[in-house]
């Protein structure tokens, strides 16, 4: 039990690592991430929704990950941006769009798009087993609370 | 338990932040005028370009009026981002070629 706490924290000091790095990366470098956007084979239009988005869906999913009454919701909200981000990724490789743009963000720009495609994966797989504990620890705690209000 | 917790969580965020702060660009060279080289000259961008992927330099810039230029982006340059490169339709009077593709923008 103390094992899986331990490593239910780590999870989130990931995700809370890369999701806090990546947001405050594109608010300190603002113009170049608005121009990468503007690279991406995306309609330009979405470009001043999308850059306010992005980032500020990342803080948010931060700071759920940090209090353990939103934690869970939190893994969620990681896992369907990290999906979200690999199913991009995934298309870009496979030569969807007709040109493939920069890979963008921070020091994360040096990656190739596989090596991308690879660190999104990764990430994606935290969010999966952090859910799954997250989710049986809330189960356990259930249980607990209900037999011993059997037993009153 | 709390302890353990939240020495991790002020490590991660601490961490992120610094590390955000330390690879911050200090030199921004997109705010100079951007051009691309076509083998023998510099041209001035493209109003809408793009670099896609690539290792050689997609945009130059220079800071003492085109005397030299230094490279800025890294990509191959395209002068047309989401441009379809259209097959002329054949017509009985011959348009005059000038050496370019018919593109046209989505």
Request: proline content about 5%; hydrophobic content about 45%; aromatic content about 14%.
């Amino acid at each position: 039990m103390f094992k899986r706490q331990v490593l239910l924290e780590c999870i989130s000091a990931l995700l809370i690592l890369l999701f806090v790095y990546a947001s405050l990366s594109k608010f300190l470098d603002w113009k170049t991430f608005y121009g990468e956007m503007n690279n991406q084979p995306l309609p330009n239009s979405w470009t001043p929704f999308l850059v306010w988005v992005i980032p500020c869906t990342e803080i948010a999913i931060s700071v759920s990950l940090i209090f353990e009454r939103t934690r869970l919701l939190g893994f969620y909200g990681s896992l369907v941006v990290m999906g979200l981000f690999t199913i991009y990724t995934g298309i870009i490789l496979l030569h969807f769009f007709p040109y493939i743009p920069c890979s963008c963000g921070g020091v994360i720009k040096r990656l190739t798009w596989r090596q991308h495609l690879a660190l999104n994966l990764f990430f994606v797989v935290l969010s999966v087993v952090g859910v799954v504990f997250q989710r049986r620890k809330r189960f356990n705690h259930i249980s607990i609370t209900k037999n011993k209000n059997s037993f009153v | 338990m709390k302890k353990i917790k939240w020495s991790i969580m002020s490590l991660a965020v601490i961490f992120s932040i610094c590390a955000a702060f330390a690879t911050k660009p200090h030199f921004d060279c997109t705010s100079y005028p951007q051009y691309y080289f076509t083998g023998t000259q510099y041209l001035p961008v493209a109003t809408t370009y793009a670099c896609m992927q690539g290792t050689i330099t997609c945009t130059y810039y220079t800071t003492n009026g085109g005397i030299t230029y230094s490279p800025c982006a890294v990509g191959t340059y395209n002068g047309c981002p989401g441009c379809v490169v259209k097959t002329p339709q054949a017509s009985a009077t011959p348009a005059v070629n000038s050496g370019n593709s018919v593109v046209s923008q989505h």
